[in-house]
């Protein structure tokens, strides 16, 4: 039996205070290496506080990191040997020409003249600022300074990269440009640990998703297994006369199919029945009808997206405290 892939990322109770507030509260994750992991919050959750620690940015008050198995608290040399950061806000120069704050980048990292400029060459190519190369930065659009944020936080080739919210205030277009880039990084073998408020984001991107809220971790799984915990999903099913949704509705009431009380709509001709989505429910449902003799004109299976998860899991702490 073959041991388990060291993970990239393993945070174990991690936990962070300033003052009375707690910022993160016993934290347990787990990334896999050369996947795109996703936290997703409401602002004041604790995203940005987690980054800074995972980079090294800041200590946490107890618990344990490890980055492909180096600790964070003891080995926080190597771990910077292995990250790249990308926070908030572009840390660009914008005096400085876009090939210069690359070459800045290569030199404090001590990469070497010759290597710096082979790195700079192709990070310029990779995120097409070669035509912008040598123009200063603070020309530059909101999108081509995040592009180039991104790859000066790539010039050490790191294994990890923390990216921090990294569309905030990209238009459209920016953000679908930066998405690809970062399913480029994911594809040449990069672990991604992004932060994000845009739920699309999150669902177009990462292969698993962590909830956070309030410092905690509320939920954790893939996009679709997430969905799956909000509630909202349902089948939606047409009739062609009141006759044969009367029928429908006994039917799945007589059968004990999910209740469907206030879900038939007579003007309509709809009845919409709670339900998973799956394809085994959906089967079951019309199984039942087609023994019944009772013919569905049009079917529509409604699942949750991540708006539905977000609004379901996050915001308990800000509703307790103002019931109290």
């Known amino acids: 039996m073959s041991p388990e892939?060291?993970?990239?990322?393993?945070?174990?109770?991690?936990?962070k205070s300033f003052g009375a507030h707690t910022a993160l509260a016993d934290i347990d994750l787990k990334v896999a290496a050369g996947t795109v992991f996703s936290l997703l919050g409401p602002n004041g959750a604790g995203k940005t506080t987690l980054v800074r620690i995972l980079a090294t940015l800041s200590k946490p008050d107890r618990g344990e990191v490890r980055v492909?198995?180096?600790?964070?608290?003891?080995?926080?040399?190597?771990?910077?040997?292995?990250?790249?950061?990308?926070?908030?806000?572009?840390?660009?120069?914008?005096?400085?020409?876009g090939t210069e704050n690359l070459r800045l980048t290569g030199k404090l990292l001590h990469l070497g003249g010759a290597e710096t400029r082979r790195r700079t060459a192709a990070l310029l190519e990779r995120f097409d600022l070669v035509d912008a190369?040598?123009?200063?930065?603070?020309?530059?659009?909101?999108?081509?300074?995040?592009?180039?944020?991104?790859?000066?936080?790539?010039?050490g080739q790191p294994r990890i990269v923390f990216l921090d919210e990294p569309t905030t205030g990209l238009d459209p277009r920016s953000r679908r440009d930066l998405w690809s880039a970062i399913e480029e990084l994911a594809a040449d073998g990069a672990t991604i640990f992004l932060t994000t408020q845009y739920l699309e984001e999150a669902d177009q991107l990462a292969d698993r998703i962590a909830v956070l809220d309030g410092g905690r971790i509320v939920a954790e799984g893939t996009p679709d297994e997430l969905k799956r915990l909000a509630p909202g999903?349902?089948?939606?099913?047409?009739?062609?006369?009141?006759?044969?949704?009367?029928?429908?509705?006994?039917?799945?009431?007589?059968?004990?199919?999910?209740?469907v009380v206030g879900q038939v709509d007579p003007e309509q001709l709809t009845l919409q029945v709670p339900s998973d989505g799956s394809a085994a429910e959906v089967k079951r449902l019309l199984d039942r009808f087609a023994d019944l003799d009772i013919a569905v004109e049009r079917l529509t299976v409604h699942t949750p997206d991540l708006d539905d998860v977000f609004f379901a899991l996050t915001g308990q702490q800000s509703r307790t405290e103002s019931a109290a």
């Open 133 to 155: 190369a040598d123009r200063a930065v603070g020309s530059y659009s909101g999108g081509m300074r995040r592009r180039l944020d991104l790859a000066m936080s790539l010039m």
């Open 233 to 259: 999903g349902h089948i939606l099913l047409r009739f062609a006369d009141r006759h044969l949704l009367a029928s429908a509705a006994r039917a799945v009431d007589e059968h004990s199919l999910p209740a």
């Open 68 to 97: 492909f198995g180096h600790d964070l608290a003891r080995e926080p040399d190597a771990v910077r040997g292995l990250i790249g950061v990308t926070g908030q806000y572009a840390a660009v120069d914008g005096v400085l020409t």
């Open 5 to 15: 892939p060291l993970p990239a990322l393993a945070v174990h109770r991690l936990g």
